[in-house]
């Protein structure tokens, strides 16, 4: 006890009676620490006892005090020199907590009071393998080194990684990003460790840092053919939900994303104070431009701000009052806009009215904004047909999908579509006192016995093309119909001889029980495809229960035909619904409609005289052959559209201070400062409410050399060019369309200076003519001033190798 056993002194009083009585022989003075224990100053008397082990080597247990206000860092230096471990080599701790299980210790920063370590706790040092991994890692997920491999010692930065389950995206932006040579050489040389913050409400705790610097040392430990960032995957997902899973994702939105947390985990600003945005007022340039700068670095700074951070200048101009309001932005990329080009090449088929000419395939190029008549005016000029004597129409599942008008929009034409234009002499809808021919839309179906239930009935399946064939209205009547699909038919049906429709009627006759109760027997439904059916109400023979005006008023007084006691034809006809069936009572309105006509054959009939290989026939016109060619785009033309005045939309107006309301203002972005490493993302994709495509321009990138002192609006230094010049070093390629597709990446290694081709876990070396593809999305520009600042081992081979435009050889892989 205090006073009985022993007396606190002052280090002032020790040192007076040392030097007046001196000290005992082999007796070491007991020092001990005053800390701050919730406010409160107190002499620490117990320090914390630790116990201290390596990883690799449980058997060496050592033990050493600390004091509670020691940082963790003390404590991870004097487990490295009691332990003998290389300066070069990382280390890490582990606790052991009251529950058996290893905890982290992250932040080394923190004292031990803070991290709650307690005397007899068990400290665990862990040494990282040479090839970059942790031997923690490895007992948890599977190993990144097979046999053959452990031995392997390739060049650093070649590596590849392997795809999880759709994650090339992922795998894409990464290899990007590690191809950035000052922000490797950052976490390579352990600069990182000094400046995560854990505190950051916007960070990840320095997690998302950490992951990214264990998959940086791996894949450029040499010692990998390919690395499995399933820790990193799953570090993702768990601060970045929509990364979750295994969905194909946007590369540019992930290493946005990765940009973004990387900042904020390395972030050198502790505290972020409040800064309020200032307009410039009729302020020079350079004032407004400076302290916008210098309140962006008041909040953040971090080696991703010193990377890949600039400035453009944002001009807004109130279009009522004519109020210029001027600001400066920071960015962290340029998501610069493809020129657009207003044409589109849609494949249709021609259906002529002429039986003996088959359908011909057309390449036609339209406009993307313009309507259905101006595809039939197209059309028009290769068949010499009037556009108005031309009906559009979707075929689906040997149904019409859609019966387009003059008026629709093309944007509802899908590339996949099956479009088919007919040639017509009428309408579809009849105009009261015109005697125009009527345009009747005309399906085939074939009967076919089903089993449903151990009851075997009949159901009807279309097949085929359907048709719309022109009726004169004096022809208006099952019988003139009836005719003339036969002639319309005449080029893959064969019409019968007068022998067999004798033996066609004789045996109609003695089957008309038999007809007549297939005729009773329901039917199928084609609605959903073609392989459906459903059973359709039976018709009395006297007819329909209820009868289309238009066809009783034209002379169908029933809605099939022929009679039964006709004789047996090729095929029946009767009316049908859109979707090919013959329930038409659905609605009120679709009975007083025009209805569909459906074809109906016997399977026998169909043998004999349908010809299904010349009916799918068709003749390829000459302009098949056409592909719309785009002129290849410069990508100083995509950065000129950058900077172009535009309008704002209806959805993001901007509110003028001098007009007290939402207005939509022009808007001009103009660049100011560039950074170090410039991304620019090519917008490629375009999304909309009727459509989204993917944009396969291909725009002309240069390798070396891209000048930016044209767009540059800040006064600039004539004395040194090399501010506004920029090298390549690694190109983001998306192959594929829209909602699918495949991610690579082209990257130039620091050290060799060679370019390679990253596709997941293959990497290979390619020469510079491959680099410029319609697949590449996202560009890495390396500003030329750093890259002479740099002074790193074989420098000079990285500076000659871009600049030397190598041969090709036959172990470069050929990538287009």
Not at 99 to 114: F, K, M, P, Q
Not at 278 to 290: K, S
Not at 645 to 664: A, F, G, I, M
Not at 774 to 785: E, G
Request: glycine share 6%.
């Amino acid at each position: 006890m205090e006073g009985e056993d022993y007396v606190l002194l002052p280090a002032a009083a020790w040192h007076y009676l040392v030097s007046w009585y001196g000290l005992e022989h082999g007796q070491p003075p007991i020092e001990r620490k005053v800390i701050e224990l919730y406010n409160i100053p107190k002499v620490e008397v117990y320090p914390v006892k630790l116990v201290l082990v390596q990883h690799s080597n449980s058997d060496s247990v050592l033990t050493a005090q600390f004091s509670l206000a020691d940082s963790v860092d003390l404590v991870l230096r004097t487990a490295r020199e009691q332990f003998l471990v290389d300066p070069q080599e990382d280390t890490r701790l582990w606790v052991k907590n009251s529950e058996g299980c290893l905890d982290r210790l992250c932040n080394t920063h923190v004292t031990l009071l803070d991290a709650a370590l307690e005397s007899g706790q068990l400290v665990i040092m862990e040494t990282r393998n040479k090839d970059g991994s942790w031997p923690s890692t490895q007992l948890r997920v599977m190993s990144n080194m097979t046999d053959e491999d452990e031995d392997y010692q390739g060049q650093p930065g070649i590596c590849g990684l392997t795809n999880l389950g759709n994650t090339c995206f992922m795998n894409s932006a990464l290899q990007c990003l590690s191809n950035v040579p000052q922000l490797t050489e950052y976490f390579l040389d352990n600069r990182y460790l000094e400046e995560l913050n854990f505190r950051n409400p916007l960070g990840m705790r320095g997690e998302l840092a950490e992951a990214y610097a264990d998959l940086v040392k791996q894949t450029w430990s040499g010692c990998h053919r390919s690395v499995v960032p399933n820790l990193f995957k799953n570090k993702v997902g768990h601060f970045a939900s929509q990364f979750l899973g295994y969905q194909q994702h946007d590369s540019q939105e992930l290493l946005s994303f990765l940009l973004d947390g990387l900042h904020e985990d390395l972030n050198r600003v502790k505290k972020k104070e409040y800064v309020e945005l200032c307009d410039a007022g009729g302020r020079p340039d350079q004032e407004v431009a400076q302290e916008a700068w210098q309140n962006h670095k008041r909040r953040n700074d971090s080696v991703i701000v010193d990377t890949f951070h600039g400035l453009f200048k944002s001009t807004l101009v109130c279009p009522d009052c004519g109020n210029v309001s001027v600001t400066f932005d920071p960015f962290c990329y340029l998501s610069v806009p493809l020129p657009v080009y207003y044409k589109r090449v849609l494949e249709v088929f021609f259906v002529p009215m002429d039986p003996r000419r088959k359908p011909e395939q057309h390449r036609v190029v339209v406009p993307k904004k313009g309507n259905i008549s101006d595809l039939c005016v197209a059309l028009s000029k290769h068949t010499g047909i009037a556009a108005d004597k031309m009906i559009v129409a979707d075929v689906f599942s040997h149904r019409f999908y859609k019966l387009y008008q003059l008026e629709d929009p093309l944007s509802a034409i899908l590339d996949r579509d099956d479009i088919f234009v007919y040639e017509v002499s009428g309408r579809i809808e009849p105009i009261e006192g015109s005697k125009d021919d009527i345009v009747v839309p005309v399906y085939l179906r074939e009967r076919t016995p089903i089993q449903d239930y151990n009851n075997t009935y009949y159901g009807l399946i279309l097949f085929g093309h359907p048709l719309l064939v022109s009726v004169p209205q004096d022809r208006l009547s099952w019988e003139g119909l009836y005719n003339i699909l036969l002639y319309r038919l005449s080029r893959y049906v064969t019409k019968p001889t007068s022998d067999e429709e004798d033996d066609g009627e004789e045996k109609g006759e003695g089957d008309s029980s038999d007809e007549e109760q297939k005729d009773q027997m329901p039917g199928p439904s084609t609605r959903d495809t073609s392989q459906d059916s459903e059973r359709e109400q039976s018709e009395s023979s006297s007819g329909a229960t209820k009868t289309c005006p238009f066809f009783t008023h034209n002379g169908f007084r029933t809605t099939h035909w022929p009679p039964k006691q006709r004789r047996k034809q090729l095929f029946t006809l009767q009316t049908v619904n859109s979707n090919g069936t013959s329930d038409r009572t659905t609605s009120p309105e679709e009975v007083d409609t025009q209805p569909y006509i459906a074809m109906d054959w016997e399977p026998e009939m169909k043998r004999r005289y349908y010809n299904e290989v010349e009916a799918e026939g068709y003749v390829k016109h000459e302009c098949v052959g056409y592909a719309l060619k785009k002129a290849p785009v410069q990508l100083q033309e995509c950065i000129e559209l950058f900077t172009t005045v535009e309008t704002l939309e209806k959805e993001n107006p901007w509110y003028c201070s001098s007009c007290k309301q939402h207005q939509l203002a022009t808007k001009k972005l103009d660049l100011w400062m560039l950074p170090e490493i410039l991304i620019i993302h090519l917008k490629r994709f375009s999304f909309s409410k009727l459509s989204n495509e993917k944009l396969d321009t291909l725009v002309h990138f240069p390798i070396r050399d891209l000048d930016f002192s044209e767009f540059v609006i800040k006064p600039q230094n004539e004395s040194a060019p090399e501010l506004y010049k920029y090298d390549l070093i690694a190109v983001s390629n998306h192959y594929g369309g829209v909602h699918d597709g495949h991610y690579t990446t082209f990257a130039c290694n620091k050290d060799s200076g060679q370019w390679h081709y990253f596709d997941d876990n293959s990497v290979s070396p390619v020469n510079e003519n491959q680099i410029q593809s319609k697949a590449a999305y996202v560009l890495f520009y390396q500003r030329q001033d750093v890259v002479r600042r740099q002074s790193q081992p074989g420098s000079s081979s990285v500076s000659a190798s871009p600049a030397s435009g190598s041969t090709a050889s036959p172990e470069f892989m050929d990538v287009n």
